[in-house]
């Protein structure tokens, strides 16, 4: 098997254990809207169930625009799976930056599925302002997307100089 494919399945598994792992503890031992404080004035632990798309976007429409997101979502795996597909094996990154981005998405999705919501529990805030909560498939996602942006920058550069 190629060694992008062993990097999508390993990285895969990692990132639904621990997301789907950690979803599970949070709906078990933290109530709804309750938070725990981690660190004073900086980090919570949260529970929050949102049905909307990120950071809440949308989470108070009727059923029919929540279910555009479960489309979306399967939607962009696709189209992240087709990428995977179709890139050369120069270098571990790029399979690496995809799939930390298909591993989160689908953590969301199985929650989409799962309980037509997401599970959201990290609350980070600089003491009264709060970024939106967050779970470990959006950590996925996000830091995928900034490594994969990185990565075709620095191409672009290589581009550039030959």
């Excluded at 949260?46 to 979306?72: Q, T, Y």
């Excluded at 799962?114 to 498939?137: E, Y």
Aim: aromatic share 14%; with cysteine.
């Amino acid at each position: 098997m190629k060694k992008k494919y062993w990097i999508l399945i390993f990285t895969i598994l990692l990132i639904l254990l621990f997301d789907q792992g950690s979803k599970k503890v949070i709906r078990e031992k933290v109530m709804i809207n309750h938070s725990i404080t981690i660190i004073e004035g900086y980090f919570n632990i949260v529970h929050i169930e949102n049905p909307g798309a990120v950071f809440g976007f949308l989470s108070d429409k009727d059923k029919k625009v929540k279910n555009i997101f479960l489309f979306i979502s399967i939607f962009a795996i696709l189209f992240i799976i087709y990428l995977f597909l179709k890139i050369q094996e120069k270098n571990a990154l790029l399979p690496f930056c995809l799939s930390l981005v298909l591993g989160g998405a689908a953590g969301n999705l199985i929650d989409r599925i799962r309980f037509g919501m997401v599970t959201d529990f990290l609350d980070f805030h600089w003491h009264n302002h709060h970024w939106p909560a967050f779970n470990i498939a959006d950590s996925a996602i996000t830091i995928g997307m900034i490594m994969l942006i990185l990565y075709m920058l620095e191409e672009e550069i290589k581009r550039r100089k030959d």
